[in-house]
């Protein structure tokens, strides 16, 4: 049994956060800790967003100006946006219908680890 359900995992877009859980022995399993991963990264996305507030309110300050905060709310409420549409997107034009609650959250969760690194390195 744990041979078949890796077979058809690695067959799924975004299998490569299959190989992250080794221990995982079925789909459960699989799902249990791929959504501890997502919820880890979505405090870490929480974190690497306030940093980057506190550069975008140090950039009002020193040039007297509102946006770059203002841009940076909006940029991330579109890309939450992005990355919800762009997942349900992947499932429903790749995912088998068993896997995709996998393939949604393999799709967040790689979206989320880009966006953390996009929020890091602002210059990006």
Known sequence: MHTDFRRTIYVIPGANAAAECPMAETYEDLMEDLDARMR???????????????????VDMLFNDTNAVETLERAQTAWRSYRQAQCHALVQTHALREAAGYVFLACRIALTRARIAQLRRPES
């Open 40 to 58: 880890a990264l979505e405090a870490e996305m929480d974190s690497a967003y306030e940093s980057a507030q506190g550069l975008a309110r140090t």
